[in-house]
């Protein structure tokens, strides 16, 4: 304080500056810092997402695989049926093939879910809570496969076309698994 | 009238001593400045590692048949392997495309180098019939 009344003088306003300054430069680093941290943070969870992305795309081609394996069964198992039929009726071709494609859908419609729905990570299920019913020879399996990593979690789906195969070309042998099961629709989120 | 306001300024020593608190508070706080530069580069490492990963994952999904020219089959561990050797500026990468024995999966494993060390890797799969 001023001995004079009333008189000001700048004793000590250096240290005042001092002290803004510091408290400016603080101010100025710790912002900075906090916004290279969230920067930061922004690349990892963008790494994690493409991790989880692609490990979820993995739940669906491990769901194809499942899929086509059951197809397979279904195949081998009306084959079988119809066999059984043969035996009993030789004659009576026409009616095999109704036997081969009903056991084939039945089959196919009873298991699918089981074969495919899966815990873990990534998680696959089938979408749909209903039965599934074949619609003019196609039955659509709609997929859905969620991936957690960390913080990122990631979803895909995608539909998966059946058909049915022609008695004759399986007993012809000309029956091949990849050409009644296909992809269609897919998509992802977050 | 009397003079309300001192300007006389300021003297040697107050600035000598400014300037020496300055140096012990601030110096300090300026490894701020350079703590950020540091998590800055492992930000953008990161983002360009995984962004490497990233490409040459979509390469091998982009492909109808594993290309044997770029991806040698190793006999021994039944995999596809490829091996990208660093560059000025850019990471190197190993990867591997292991088929699945009893389907027509193929498992992909990347692993992006830098000077010797993963940095990131990614891991998915595809069907190759």
Redo the contacts between chains.
């Keep these: 304080m001023s001995k004079e009344r009333?008189?000001?003088?700048?004793r000590g306003?250096?240290?005042v500056?001092?002290i803004i300054?510091?408290a400016i430069?603080?101010a100025m680093?710790?912002s900075?810092?906090n916004i290279?941290?969230i920067?930061?943070n922004?690349?990892?969870f963008?790494?994690e997402t493409?991790?989880a992305f692609?490990?979820s795309?993995?739940g669906l081609?491990?769901s194809?695989?499942a899929a086509?394996?059951l197809i397979e069964e279904a195949v081998e198992d009306s084959v079988h049926k119809v066999r059984l039929y043969l035996i009993e009726y030789p004659a009576n071709e026409e009616e095999a093939e109704n036997i081969f494609n009903s056991n084939y859908t039945q089959f196919l419609t009873a298991n699918i879910k089981t074969r495919i729905n899966r815990c873990g990570n990534p998680s696959v299920e089938v979408r749909n809570s209903g039965s599934l019913i074949f619609i003019s020879d196609i039955l659509v399996v709609p997929l859905r496969s969620e991936a957690v990593l960390n913080e990122a979690e990631k979803i895909a789906w995608v539909e998966l076309n059946i058909g049915v195969p022609e008695y004759e070309d399986v007993i012809d042998g000309e029956y091949d698994v990849?050409n009644y099961i296909e992809f269609g629709n897919w998509g992802s989120k977050k | 009238m009397r003079k309300l306001i001192n300007r006389k300024g300021v003297t040697l020593m107050e600035i000598i001593v400014t300037l020496g608190i300055i140096g012990i508070i601030v110096i300090p706080l300026l490894n701020f400045f350079v703590l950020c530069g540091r998590i800055l580069n492992i930000g953008r490492n990161e983002y360009e590692a995984v962004q490497t990963a990233q490409h040459y994952m979509e390469e091998i999904k982009a492909m109808d048949v594993i290309d044997s020219e770029i991806y040698s089959y190793d006999p021994e561990s039944y995999t596809y392997e490829r091996i990208v050797l660093q560059r000025q500026g850019k990471y190197g990468a190993e990867i591997k495309i292991v088929p699945d024995i009893h389907s027509v999966l193929h498992r992909i494993e990347i692993k992006v180098i830098d000077e010797g060390e993963i940095v990131n890797s990614l891991t998915g799969s595809v069907i190759f019939e």
């Excluded at chain 1, 009333?6 to 700048?10: A, D, E, S, V």
């Design positions: 009333g008189k000001i003088n700048n306003s250096v240290l500056m001092l300054v510091i430069v603080f680093g710790t900075l810092l290279v941290f920067n930061y922004i690349k990892k963008n790494t493409k991790q692609y490990l795309e993995n081609n491990e194809y695989i086509r394996n990849k």
